[in-house]
């Protein structure tokens, strides 16, 4: 391939900007290389800025003409539970990893037990249930707050607030801090969840996290029209024509067209992202650039040959920012533009790889496989990738780049031949997960970096 001129700009050693931009440090986000567009991408963003700013004023007066409630409520059951919500005005969904209760009667919502009480002439059932899409893990679950339904000929406290569009319940308990859990278990089944309400629904956030609210602030004001309600801020009786309890999950980092509320999908979340996050980039042909965003890690599952790795990189023409493992991704907004004017985005398994929902059309995810990691680095960042639109490339190191090599001698080791069998589950974690690093074969490496490139440069809008 054509060794590229390189600017002296990008020339100059990483410490150097590690000076220079100490703002950048404070986000914590990256050390590197920082890159300009030139005008003429910034033109052509432009123009779309404000062609899609006119749709949008257009879908919206088509939105201001409201659905009965009914619709988007009931779409968020399964087809034989639509009549049960029909004739008693309450149905839920439980799976594995989710579990959410659906009423389009009116309800009562005290924030100061967080209860509410489904006023009807039935004998009353009471359920609890504790909103977070992770069910499964019973240990999680107790931190969050558990919300009680109370259904039946029951009396209802006085109302303080009387609100015209139905609450969601749901709480940022979890692991707010991780970009994968808040993504996974937070954001994607809340857009499941109330996308088609089309921003009229009332948000009440259980173990309300005031970091998460400043992180994902664009993406959630695009979803609800109204403040959020923080339960324990808020101690009142709050009135509402309808309500849902809990989020709907389908799958990690997924979104299944077939399951409920139907229709939605990856492309969706991600049209959504870049639209609640005015992202540039809708396709990496865009980018003039061909551009790499290396993640680099500090602790555990380090690539300890980077510099010799970005240099291949650059010898093969990309432009390289190396952007350090985010202890706290603090700054979503600048995080994600960043990561959207990327063509290729290249790190070894974690949950920074997230942020590859931010990628343009036909830009190129490269995942390092470390040795044990395989079925999770396919499954969380593999098939969500695919899912979007980005290329999916796998980068398997082999026995010899693995700091496990020293450990266990050769690569007959069951450790190599067998990761899934070798240990029990939280053993497995800490040699695999927590105590693996890697040298990379570059020869070998380039390999793959060649492929990105092609696919890069031979994309067409
Ligand atoms: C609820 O219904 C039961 C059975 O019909 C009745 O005994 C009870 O008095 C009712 N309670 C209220 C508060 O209306
Ligand atoms: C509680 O919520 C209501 C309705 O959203 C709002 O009008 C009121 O100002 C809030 N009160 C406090 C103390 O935040
Ligand atoms: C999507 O959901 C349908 C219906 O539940 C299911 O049959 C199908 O296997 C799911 N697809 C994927 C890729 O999980
Ligand atoms: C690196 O990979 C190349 C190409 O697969 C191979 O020929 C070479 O032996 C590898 N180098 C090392 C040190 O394993």
């Known amino acids: 391939m054509e060794k590229k001129p390189r600017n002296l700009f990008f020339r100059a050693t990483p410490w150097i900007f590690l000076l ?29 800025t404000v062609l899609s700013s006119r749709k949008a004023m257009i879908n919206k007066a088509v939105e201001e003409k409201q659905e009965p409630l009914d619709f988007p409520l009931s779409r968020l059951v399964k087809d034989e539970d639509q009549e049960k919500l029909k004739s008693t005005g309450f149905a839920c969904n439980s799976e594995v990893y989710s579990l959410h209760c659906v009423t389009n009667r009116p309800v009562w919502i005290d924030t100061r037990t967080m209860t509410v009480t489904i006023p009807s002439n039935q004998p009353v059932q009471d359920k609890v249930i504790r909103p977070y899409a992770r069910q ?53 089944p809340l857009f499941i969840t109330t996308r088609q309400f089309k921003s009229r629904v009332q948000f009440i956030l259980e173990d309300y996290n005031p970091s998460f609210i400043r992180k994902y602030r664009k993406p959630l004001s695009k979803l609800t029209s109204y403040d959020i309600i923080n339960p324990s801020a808020n101690q009142s009786v709050h009135c509402f024509p309808g309500a849902v309890i809990g989020l709907k999950f389908h799958n990690h980092l997924a979104i299944n067209s077939s399951e409920i509320p139907k229709g939605l999908s990856m492309r969706h979340l991600r049209d959504f992202l870049r639209e609640s996050l005015n992202l540039k980039y809708s396709h990496v042909s865009q980018i003039k650039t061909p551009t790499v965003m290396f ?62 929902v931010f990628l343009p059309d036909g ?99």
């Open 363 to 461: 830009a190129v995810m490269v995942q390092v496989d470390l040795i044990g990691l395989e079925w999770a680095g396919a499954t969380y960042y593999g098939n969500p990738a695919r899912a979007m639109g980005v290329h999916y490339l796998r980068y398997k190191i082999e026995p010899e780049e693995s700091s496990l090599m020293k450990i266990f001698g050769n690569r007959n080791h069951i450790a190599f031949t067998d990761p899934k069998g070798a240990f029990p589950v939280q053993a497995g974690k800490e040699v695999y997960l927590n105590g693996q690093n890697a040298k990379i074969n570059v020869t070998r490496f380039r390999e793959t970096m060649v492929v990105a490139m092609s696919l890069v440069r031979d994309s067409e809008l």
């Open 20 to 48: 220079l931009l100490p703002f950048l440090i404070y986000a914590d986000l990256f050390w590197g290389k920082f890159i300009h567009f030139d005008q003429r991408i910034h033109y052509i963003s432009s123009s779309e």
């Open 136 to 188: 499964e893990d019973k240990i999680l679950l107790k931190s969050v707050t558990p919300v009680k339904i109370l259904q039946g000929n029951t009396t209802t406290p006085f109302c303080q607030y009387n609100h015209e569009v139905p609450a969601v319940i749901f709480s940022s308990s979890g692991f707010v801090g991780n970009v994968f859990h808040e993504m996974n278990e937070i954001i994607i």
């Open 295 to 356: 993640l680099s890690r500090r602790t555990t599952r380090r690539i300890i040959n980077e510099d010799e790795i970005v240099s291949m990189m650059e010898e093969l023409g990309f432009r390289v920012i190396i952007v350090a493992r985010a202890k706290v991704i603090s700054n979503l907004e600048l995080f994600a533009s960043m990561i959207n004017s990327c063509s290729v985005f290249v790190g070894a398994h974690g949950a920074g790889l997230t942020n590859e």
